[in-house]
């Protein structure tokens, strides 16, 4: 009987094309509107995320939150350095508990439009069109004045999936919904849902950066693209497969595993994103 030889067919390299339109580079004000029940701990670990990405003070060594988000000054026009803004307190859920993404849009547009990124946060309790189903977050632009097309802004949008969809939005730190059921990880700042969010925010602000108003880096249609973090989904270490994230630091002393230290001590487990200069997924 012959012998089957499987031909080693080389692996293509991922390519997300620009299409030469805006990315938002230099000075990024990220302006935040908390909506529902969030705890002072649950703000501030996504607080501390927020403000690992351009420190002001000395960065942690690498592997650092800072270190991960350097990846976008690779994509055309430099640096993106975040300053956290405003942030906005909806505690008493304005416009109930199941949300458009119209009302994602209004709730975004309520701090300043100008030079910003506005980031939308829904509680545990808050449901969103499409989350779950279909995304754990999402990015998007709108208009400060319908008719003024100069007045365009972006926005982003996460929600805690931690009681809706921990399988499918707080992967690796719960089990999957289907496919390979390994253990899940413990979350490096003992929050599931928060952990979860972290992620999810990771992917779409580097989304937003790079492809904020559908004319950036992207593979695929403009409508459904792969971006810098969505081309590398499901990839937080080296040897990363389907249902596995991939060989990544654990803390020896609470048993979390991390990728990347922030601000004030804190670790987080961030996913992988596209790098311009090998055209490949760097974790």
């Known amino acids: 009987m012959a012998r089957k ?3 080693l067919v080389p692996q293509q390299p991922l390519v997300l094309n620009y299409h030469n339109g805006q990315l938002l580079k230099g000075n990024v004000t990220l302006n935040l509107v908390w909506y529902g029940n969030f705890s002072p701990s649950q703000r501030s670990i996504i607080v501390d995320f927020l403000q690992s990405l351009s420190p002001r003070t000395t960065s942690p060594p690498p592997p650092s939150v800072a270190s991960w988000w350097r990846t976008t000054e690779y ?4 640096p993106s350095i975040v300053v956290l803004g405003k942030q906005i307190l909806d505690d008493n859920y304005s416009l109930g508990k199941t949300l ?25 309790d808050v449901a969103v069109d499409g989350f779950c189903m279909s995304q754990c977050g999402t990015h998007g632009s709108g208009l400060a004045d319908a008719k003024d097309k100069e007045s365009r802004f972006a926005y982003a949008w996460v929600g805690n999936p931690v009681s ?15 496919g390979p059921q390994t253990p ?8 599931v849902g928060v ?8 992917t779409v602000l580097a989304g937003t950066v790079t492809n904020p108003f559908d004319t ?24 990363a497969y389907p249902g596995y994230a991939g060989s990544v630091l654990v803390d020896k002393a609470t048993g979390a595993s991390y990728n990347a230290q922030g601000v004030n001590g804190r670790k987080y487990l961030l996913p992988s994103m596209w790098d311009p200069k090998t055209s490949s997924c760097k974790p």
């Not at 899940?184 to 929050?191: K, M, Q, R, S, T």
């Not at 952990?195 to 990771?202: E, S």
């Not at 950036?216 to 040897?239: H, K, N």
């Open 5 to 7: 030889l499987a031909a």
């Open 100 to 124: 458009k993404t119209s009302q994602i849009k209004a709730l975004a547009s309520k701090a300043p439009v100008r030079d910003s990124i506005n980031v939308v946060l829904t509680a545990a």
């Open 164 to 178: 809706q969809c921990p399988g499918q939005c707080a992967w690796p730190f719960h089990q999957p919904i289907y």
């Open 184 to 191: 899940p990880l413990v979350a490096p700042n003992a929050d």
């Open 75 to 78: 994509y055309k026009g430099g």
């Open 216 to 239: 950036g880096y992207f593979q695929g249609p403009a409508t459904a693209p792969m971006e810098a973090v969505t081309a590398c989904t499901g990839i937080f270490g080296s040897g």
């Open 195 to 202: 952990d979860g969010m972290v992620i999810n925010l990771a």
